[in-house]
């Protein structure tokens, strides 16, 4: 008989359980399956082209985000490098990051693609880890993978070593913008909403520190005459040297133009020229507070 007893309640107990995942789960809908955050271990550091580190997990952003989602080993990555960046003064680094191509319309802040945002919060996860901001140049491109299942690149390189490809920096006091503010082939400045919020803070940073100076340097692809491109170069750097007077902002402005000297990708692609076509605004103390 108590046996009996035991069965009925063991099975009520069952149909307790049963009822209650039942109401849960399908009436209120409230079961959701975290999802498994599967990774490629396909990271790699690379140190004048020579892989030193590799087998890592690969870093993860979801669409539209450009704050990584790191797990341990991506942490540990992020150790490894700052560890070499602080132990060896010679070497520099360039991060690139890449943007889905559903995502090359969003302009983050004052960043004109998704890709130099992202890798600049990379950036600033070294940053804490004490490196110095100077030795970290950005990059960006568009990845034929919808997925981003790989959108970070690390290379190392040898600072007082020249390079074939000059560096961008893409900080606050060395931004670059792409030709994308001039129509092809024109001086006419027509800027974007990413340099509108990038000048304005300029603006603001010179009322705050009048001693500061800038200089604007205009940069072309390969595509033409030498003497042409410097030309266009200079005429764009002016053109936005007035928009700066415009906005107001009244420290000394230089202008200066590099041509087609100072590429910074291939002139082979498109890609490459359109980043090569681009104006640099660098912001340093003035020769009076220098001295």
Not at 47 to 57: F, K, M, N, R, T
Not at 96 to 125: C, H, W
Not at 131 to 150: K, N, Y
Not at 232 to 261: H, N, P, Q, W
């Amino acid at each position: 008989m108590r046996g009996l007893a035991f069965l009925v309640f063991l099975l009520f107990c069952v149909f307790l359980f049963w009822a209650r995942h039942f109401y849960v789960c399908q009436v209120k809908n409230l079961c959701v399956e975290e999802p498994v955050d599967v990774r490629l271990n396909t990271l790699q550091l690379k140190d004048d082209g020579a892989v030193i580190l590799e087998g890592y997990d690969e870093f993860a952003f979801e669409a539209q985000q450009t704050t990584p989602r790191l797990n341990a080993n991506n942490e540990s990555f992020l150790d490894t490098l700052a560890h070499i960046l602080n132990a060896d003064s010679t070497k520099k680094l360039t991060i690139t990051a890449f943007y889905r191509e559903s995502e090359k319309d969003i302009q983050p802040g004052f960043f004109e693609n998704m890709g130099v945002a992202r890798a600049d919060e990379i950036r600033k996860l070294l940053v804490e880890r004490g490196v110095d901001q100077s030795r970290i140049s950005l990059d960006h491109g568009i990845s034929e993978d919808e997925t981003l299942s790989a959108p970070l690149l690390f290379d190392l390189y040898t600072a007082d070593v020249p390079d074939e490809y000059d560096k961008v920096q893409f900080t606050f006091t060395n931004m670059t913008f792409s030709d994308a503010n001039f129509e092809f082939d024109s001086d006419e400045f027509k800027p974007g909403e990413p340099f509108h919020l990038y000048a304005d803070s300029v603006k603001i940073y010179f009322e705050q520190n009048p001693g500061k100076t800038l200089t604007i340097i205009g940069h072309t692809d390969n595509i033409g005459e030498k003497r042409y491109n410097y030309n266009l170069g200079l005429r764009r750097a002016k053109s936005s040297r007035e928009y700066f007077r415009e906005l107001g902002v009244t420290v000394d402005i230089e202008v200066d133009s590099k041509g087609e000297k100072r590429a910074v990708a291939t002139n082979e692609t498109s890609e490459g020229r359109q980043k090569n076509r681009r104006v640099n605004f660098v912001i340093e103390d003035s020769a009076d507070d220098s001295e």
